[in-house]
C-alpha cells in the first residue's frame, strides 16, 4: 500500500492527530511538573513619556531633587516582577541580583515600589546601583530576604531619557534559574494554544463523518422532521462538546504567567 492512500485515510489521520496530541500534552505536563523557581519579570506599563522637553510649555519645568532643572523628556515605566515557579530563590543562591536597565536614560528621577506581597516575609527592596551605571546606562536591583513561589512586588520608575531606551532585565543565580519575560512568554503559549486548537478541531472534523453514520443507525424513528432534528442536535452537541473540551485542555496546559497582583 503506498504511503500516500495511507494519509487517506480517515483512521490514519485520526491517529497521527490523537499521537501529535497526546506527545504535545506529554512534554507540557512534564515541564509543568518539574521543580524549580521561575524569576518572571514583566513591563506593565510604558515606556510612557510623562513630559516632553521640546513641546512641554514653557510654564512647566521639571526639577529633580536637587531643584535643577531636568532638559529631557520624562518617562514612566512600571514593572512586575515575582517568582512563577514552585521553589523559593533565597538570598544565598543568589549570585546577581535581578537588575533592571534603562539604556540611553540621562537620570533615574524617582523609583517605588507600588505594592508586593508578604510584605513583613519578603522585604523587598530597590537599589539604584550607581557604581555599575554607565555609557548612558542606570541600573536599578531588585533585592528581598525570601523570595516565595506566587510572590513579588510591582514597582515604577520615572527617568529622564531618550524615545530610543530600552529596558533590559538581566540576573545570575546559583541554579541557573531562567529569568522570565512573560510578554514573550505568553507571546509564544498563546501560539502553542491555537495549534493545539486546531490539531483538536482536525480531530473532530475528520471524525463527523464517522459520527453521522453511526448516530443515523440509532434513530428509529420514521419522522423525517424529528429524525433531522435528532440527527443535527446530536451532531451540534457532539461539535461544540468535543471543541470545548478541546479548548479547556488547551487553556490549561498553555495558560499564560499571570502575576499574583
Not at 106 to 126: C, V
Not at 218 to 247: C, E, H, Q
Amino acid at each position: 500500500m503506498k504511503i500516500s492512500n495511507e494519509f487517506k485515510r480517515p483512521a490514519f489521520l485520526v491517529s497521527l492527530t490523537l499521537t501529535i496530541l497526546f506527545g504535545v500534552t506529554s512534554v507540557v505536563f512534564y515541564y509543568k511538573s518539574k521543580q524549580e523557581a521561575k524569576p518572571t519579570f514583566m513591563v506593565f506599563e510604558g515606556p510612557t513619556k510623562i513630559y516632553d522637553n521640546k513641546t512641554g510649555s514653557s510654564k512647566i519645568k521639571v526639577l529633580d531633587n536637587n531643584l535643577e532643572p531636568i532638559n529631557q523628556d520624562v518617562f514612566l515605566i512600571s514593572v512586575k516582577f515575582w517568582n512563577s515557579g514552585n521553589l523559593p530563590i533565597e538570598p544565598s543562591e543568589v549570585r546577581v541580583y535581578p537588575t533592571l536597565t534603562i539604556t540611553d536614560c540621562n537620570k533615574i528621577l524617582d523609583y517605588k515600589i507600588i505594592t508586593q506581597t508578604n510584605e513583613n516575609i519578603s522585604k523587598y527592596i530597590l537599589v539604584e546601583d550607581t557604581i555599575n551605571s554607565q555609557n548612558g546606562n542606570k541600573n536599578i536591583s531588585i533585592k528581598w530576604d525570601h523570595f516565595d513561589p506566587n510572590n513579588g512586588l510591582y514597582m515604577q520608575i520615572i527617568y529622564a531619557g531618550k524615545d530610543s531606551s530600552k529596558i533590559i532585565f538581566t540576573s545570575q543565580f546559583a541554579k541557573l534559574y531562567p529569568l522570565i519575560n512573560a510578554k514573550t512568554k505568553n507571546d509564544n503559549l498563546s501560539s502553542l494554544q491555537v495549534l493545539l486548537f486546531f490539531f483538536g478541531l482536525s480531530f473532530i472534523i475528520l471524525n463527523v463523518r464517522n459520527f453521522m453514520d453511526r448516530i443515523g443507525k440509532y434513530i428509529f424513528t420514521k419522522n423525517k422532521y424529528v429524525r433531522d432534528f435528532l440527527f443535527w442536535s446530536s451532531l451540534a452537541i457532539y461539535i461544540f462538546g468535543l471543541g470545548y473540551i478541546i479548548f479547556k485542555i488547551s487553556d490549561y496546559l498553555f495558560k499564560g504567567l499571570t502575576p499574583p497582583f
